[in-house]
């Protein structure tokens, strides 16, 4: 430990024993009583911001917990209070996600209380993140995170947030297509239809509609459906007139051309050409895994998904 950590574990120390030193003192008049909780919530407040210096960040969280403890409870300041749960979620992030998870679900409720959306937006987009970065990777934190991603995506729309509205449900539907088991393919197509014809509507959004057009398509293809796949090419090429002669659009025409033929010498071309120019990304090949083991006739089956060669 650095000396200056140690100062800072000292010093911290201190604020929170004259914290509840003050805390403990008797009074008998209301705005005394008022005064005391004040006291002892900022004491916190600054043993928190000692431990944070120092590095003690579990130490931290607490203090700041309790500091939002007593705005919320006896102060009723939930402004406060909601300032110090974020501080509180922000110190726990370094050792303990749970915690944090738990601080920010509690500010998030204080912020939309008071109608601070944008805030509480923001908060519960790192709270799905927390669940999308759990080493457990289980299917309920799974779909927590999606949950998060759908409120956070919910709160920008309120605000005429578009842009982050839209980051976060391309989330939901990614979590949805590739990291749940089974996975949700019609809910994420539905997404991504939705994301792309709301491009369309923004000159300055309207190029991103080709990428959410194609991820639709290979939600449905991805679920072995080729007659909605079919049905998706043909509305988005009314919708967008420059679909179809896109390099998104010939692609997906390739492959729901591949899939209606079983063709799988067509599907690996075609899969191999635009990754030559446009390089598959991680969610793009995990789709095109499943269309590809459909193809096959479920050739490989839970197996190792390197034994697929899409090219």
Known sequence: MSAISKKQRVKG???????????SKK?????????????????????????????????AGDAFMSAANIYKNETKNSMEAGKCLTSAGHSYKKTDSQKAISAFRESISLLCDAGRLTPAARLSKEVAELFETQEDGNEESVQLA???????????????QKSQSNQCLAKVAELSSAAKDPPDLIRASQIYESLGKTCLDSNLLKYNAKGYFLQCVFCHLANQDGVAAEQSLQRFSSLDYTFRDSR????????VAAVEGHDSEGFATACFEYDRISKLDPWKTSMLLMVR????????GDGDEDDIDLT
């Open 27 to 59: 009074t008998w008049f209301a705005s005394s009583s008022e005064q005391k909780f004040e006291d002892g919530a900022e004491l916190y407040e600054k043993a928190a911001n000692a431990y944070k210096v120092g590095g003690f960040h579990t130490e």
């Open 293 to 300: 083991r459909a193809i096959d006739g479920g050739i490989g």
């Open 146 to 160: 999606i949950d998060s991603y759908q409120q956070a995506a919910e709160l920008y729309d309120m605000e005429q």
């Open 13 to 23: 120390d201190a604020y929170v024993s004259e914290a509840k030193s003050t805390l």
């Open 248 to 255: 998104e659009g010939k692609f997906v025409g390739e492959l």
